[in-house]
């Protein structure tokens, strides 16, 4: 036990230090090299420092995959590496005797967990988590995953069950351009960052073949469209409508070239995510016709006009705060482009109903300049909210199997990555409570208490209850 006393060390911590420091130079300077550890359970002593030096090692030997005990740890290259992800690999993984002695990669997590679930007599559904900071590659991951089990679980004699899993892989391919457009933004870390997090389900049949596919999300950071961090920006799709509109659309929906919209900061910024042809390519491609996306594009444009909507203080409290001169061309602007009434939405805006009494009488209570402006958030929010859950059904109804067809699942699980709150009114949840390994590529440096952000990504496979990988 470590003991401070009069702010000076006891001799039995000094000693404890001497020896750690020991242990720590003959590790280091120990005869394997460090970039041939696999497993940071071997790590000896577990400091940060010796963790860290390890995965430095790896990293600058173009080893990306270190196991850490049952979690796989991977770093980010920063750059492509398609002979680590080829048809070949995948093959070898699928095919090796024992995958976990080979080099730690992920499809060693998605080659086990597929062996979880056919070696079972009773089928046990698998999971498996992906979790790391923003940018650490999580996505990526994901997707490598779902590569893997497009070859993995189709049969290799059956032209049909090949098909059918191809199949599910591309509509899950094509409907990642639509999710990203809607749900992902540039920030500070990541130019196309996730701001929702994704539960994939790959559902399987007795022969352990994909026959269908369920997509669910959460934790959509709604608050996103109506409040940005300096230098981020909103949710793509906005950028894609106001930059990508032809002449004719911009004319319905009022979206004049050059327009300023307070909910669309840094527009003059050009990303290769700004590209609205893809997106509309993308929802084509999931049935969502040419008619319907015209509606949604629409009341995405009344969104825009809504956050140009401000108020001015009423200097009575018994009178609605009145609209600032400029914003009521954007409020009528909103109204029609969300096909909703102008007066009812005004009152909505500025007007509070309250139910009291015995009797539920019905008040009505104008509200304060700040407060008009939560309910306008509030309000772009929802139905925001509203849109992405549509998308995600529509998305759905392309891709699930018929629940008679399948019995058990592999899911993947990608938490969403948030910035700690640095603005009032901003969402900023930390990382939910996950099984997570920390560590870093080489030149980041750590807070020394954890949680340690970096880029970095740890996978976790576990079936119900226990962890198997
Ligand atoms: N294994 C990899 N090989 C090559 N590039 C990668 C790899 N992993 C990540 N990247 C690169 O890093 C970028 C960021 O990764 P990704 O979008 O998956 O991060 P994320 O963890 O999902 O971030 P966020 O939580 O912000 O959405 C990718 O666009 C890609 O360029």
Redesign the pocket.
């Known amino acids: 036990m470590l003991q401070q006393v009069n702010g000076q060390s006891s001799g039995s911590d000094a000693h404890g230090r001497e020896s750690l420091r020991e242990d720590l130079q003959a590790f280091l300077g120990g005869e394997a090299p460090l970039h041939q550890l696999d497993d940071l359970t071997k790590v000896n002593p577990v400091t940060l420092e010796t963790v860290l030096r390890c995965l430095q090692a790896r990293y600058t030997a173009d080893t990306?995959y270190t196991r850490a005990g049952c979690t796989l740890v991977?770093l980010?290259?920063?750059?492509?590496?398609p002979q680590l992800y080829s048809p070949e690999v995948m093959q070898e993984y699928h095919t090796a005797p024992q995958p976990q002695k080979l080099k730690p990669h992920i499809f060693t997590v998605g080659e086990q967990t597929y062996r979880n679930v056919k070696s079972l007599i009773e089928p046990v559904n698998q999971s498996i988590v992906v979790s790391?900071e923003?940018?650490?590659?999580?996505?990526?991951?994901s997707r490598c995953l779902m590569k893997f089990y497009a070859v993995v679980a189709a049969s290799p004699t059956s032209w049909e069950s090949h098909k059918i899993a191809e199949r599910i892989e591309q509509r899950i391919l094509n409907s990642n351009p639509v999710m990203e457009a809607f749900g992902?933004a540039c920030?500070l870390?990541?130019n196309?960052?996730?701001r929702f997090g994704k539960f994939i389900q790959l559902q399987l049949n007795r022969a352990q073949q994909m026959t269908g596919a369920a997509v669910q999300t959460y934790l959509l950071e709604k608050t996103r469209v109506a409040c940005q961090a300096s230098s981020e920006r909103n949710f793509h799709i906005f950028y894609q409508i106001c930059k990508g509109a032809s002449a004719d659309e911009r004319l319905q929906w009022h979206l004049a070239e050059g327009a300023a919209f307070s909910w669309l900061p840094n527009p003059e910024r050009t990303l290769e995510e700004d590209c609205f042809e893809v997106t509309r390519e993308a929802m084509l491609h999931l049935g969502i016709d040419a008619p319907t996306q015209n509606n949604i594009f629409q009341a995405l444009a009344g969104l825009l006009h809504l956050g140009n909507t401000r108020f001015a203080d009423s200097g009575n409290e018994a009178q609605p705060c009145p609209l600032m001169d400029d914003a009521k061309c954007s409020v009528r602007t909103a109204a029609s482009l969300l096909r909703l009434p102008e007066d009812p939405l005004l009152e909505t805006l500025r007007i509070r109903t309250i139910r009291a009494g015995r009797r539920q009488q019905v008040f009505r209570k104008p509200c304060s300049r700040a407060e008009c402006d939560t309910r306008r958030d509030c309000l772009a929010k929802l139905v925001y909210a509203r849109l992405f859950d549509w998308l995600v059904s529509v998305i759905n109804s392309s891709i699930c199997a018929d629940p008679d067809s399948w019995t058990t699942f592999i899911g993947s699980r990608?938490s969403?990555?948030r910035n700690p709150p640095s603005e009032k009114g901003r969402e900023g949840p930390a990382q939910r409570a996950e099984p997570w390994v920390y560590c870093g590529t080489p030149g980041s440096s750590f807070p020394s208490s954890a949680p340690v952000s970096s880029p970095s990504?740890s996978v976790w496979a576990r079936p119900a209850g226990r962890v198997r990988v």
């Open positions: 990306f991977a980010n290259p920063f750059k492509p590496i790391g923003s940018g650490a590659g999580k996505t990526w991951t992902n920030t870390r990541n196309n960052s996730s990608g969403p990555s990504t």
